[in-house]
């Protein structure tokens, strides 16, 4: 190998920081070498460095600065190796890029209290979306759109009232759409995900409390992101306020919904075929 400096910019779980930059800097603090990584976290430089100590800083946006000490050896190179960036906050994402929703292997419901007592367990059986992952994470984005009349809470005689103009009112507003706005650390290994819901022709500001569960590949030949979020609505912030009074003041369907996803999204535009 020739002169220069070589190292390696990955994620704690292993994926390439792209937008790194490695800085070496001799005993007396003067920069002697500034190098971008390539698209796979690889940083190579060729230039010839006189042999001694440094200290390598390694920056990227969103992620915590590391700072070594290396040593250059008499032909001139000093081989970093692999360097761990841990994101700012403790909380690690998906690598940058677009990410498609995969609805065969996610859940959209929501729950409502029914008759002050018992749940009732819903869910949306058709939506589709996008996720965008940024460098700076908290400018990724959240895209998604779902089909109003696929409800299903396992009964014809509710999903039916449910559509109806007394709630969803499928006919007049055929879809509900979500798009954040931010996106902000919450803890250790939380995110709070800022954006606006649009249901029953009302547009709402909504958080969405978000985990990250991790990546892995799938029998398709693709990488796969696994996510968890939940929201509380009220109805009467959509314009839905059917309130069916039973006996004792008890309302028949709770003025709450939980909501709860549990979303795969593919590394991509598009998904896997078949």
């Given at each position: 190998?020739?002169?220069?400096?070589?190292?390696?910019?990955?994620?704690?779980?292993?994926?390439?920081?792209?937008?790194?930059?490695?800085?070496?800097?001799?005993?007396?603090?003067?920069?002697?070498?500034?190098?971008?990584?390539?698209?796979?976290?690889?940083?190579?430089?060729?230039?010839?460095?006189?042999?001694?100590?440094?200290t390598v800083i390694v920056t990227a946006v969103g992620y915590a600065p590391v700072a070594s000490t290396a040593l250059v050896t008499a032909s001139g190179r000093a081989e970093v190796g692999s360097v761990v960036?841990?994101?700012?906050?403790?909380?690690?994402?998906?690598?940058?890029?677009?990410?498609?929703?995969?609805?065969?292997?996610?859940?959209?419901?929501?729950?409502?209290?029914?008759?002050?007592?018992?749940?009732?367990?819903?869910?949306?059986?058709?939506?589709?979306?996008?996720?965008?992952?940024?460098?700076?994470?908290?400018?990724?984005?959240?895209?998604?759109?779902?089909?109003?009349?696929?409800?299903?809470?396992?009964?014809?005689?509710?999903?039916?009232?449910?559509?109806?103009?007394?709630?969803?009112?499928?006919?007049?507003?055929?879809?509900?759409?979500?798009?954040?706005?931010?996106?902000?650390?919450?803890?250790?290994?939380?995110?709070?995900?800022?954006?606006?819901?649009?249901?029953?022709?009302?547009?709402?500001?909504?958080?969405?409390?978000?985990?990250?569960?991790?990546?892995?590949?799938?029998?398709?030949?693709?990488?796969?992101?696994?996510?968890?979020?939940?929201?509380?609505?009220?109805?009467?912030?959509?314009?839905?306020?059917?309130?069916?009074?039973?006996?004792?003041?008890?309302?028949?369907?709770?003025?709450?919904?939980?909501?709860?996803?549990?979303?795969?999204?593919?590394?991509?535009?598009?998904?896997?075929?078949?």
């Amino acid at each position: 190998m020739g002169p220069g400096l070589t190292a390696r910019i990955r994620t704690r779980d292993g994926w390439a920081v792209s937008h790194a930059v490695v800085t070496l800097t001799d005993m007396t603090g003067t920069q002697v070498l500034r190098a971008a990584a390539d698209g796979e976290g690889a940083v190579r430089d060729a230039t010839t460095l006189p042999p001694g100590p440094y200290t390598v800083i390694v920056t990227a946006v969103g992620y915590a600065p590391v700072a070594s000490t290396a040593l250059v050896t008499a032909s001139g190179r000093a081989e970093v190796g692999s360097v761990v960036l841990a994101r700012t906050g403790g909380t690690e994402l998906p690598p940058p890029g677009p990410w498609t929703i995969d609805p065969a292997h996610s859940t959209v419901g929501a729950t409502a209290q029914h008759l002050g007592i018992t749940s009732v367990h819903g869910r949306f059986t058709e939506f589709g979306g996008r996720i965008e992952i940024s460098e700076d994470v908290e400018k990724s984005r959240v895209e998604a759109v779902i089909t109003s009349s696929s409800i299903d809470t396992g009964n014809g005689m509710r999903d039916g009232h449910l559509k109806s103009p007394d709630f969803l009112d499928v006919d007049q507003y055929p879809e509900l759409t979500y798009r954040s706005t931010g996106l902000t650390p919450a803890g250790s290994d939380r995110w709070t995900v800022h954006g606006e819901l649009t249901m029953h022709g009302v547009v709402r500001p909504v958080d969405l409390d978000l985990s990250y569960l991790g990546t892995g590949a799938d029998p398709w030949g693709g990488t796969r992101a696994a996510f968890r979020a939940t929201a509380e609505l009220r109805r009467e912030d959509f314009a839905m306020n059917y309130n069916q009074v039973v006996q004792a003041g008890i309302s028949a369907i709770g003025t709450t919904l939980r909501v709860e996803l549990d979303v795969q999204a593919v590394q991509g535009d598009s998904l896997p075929q078949g």
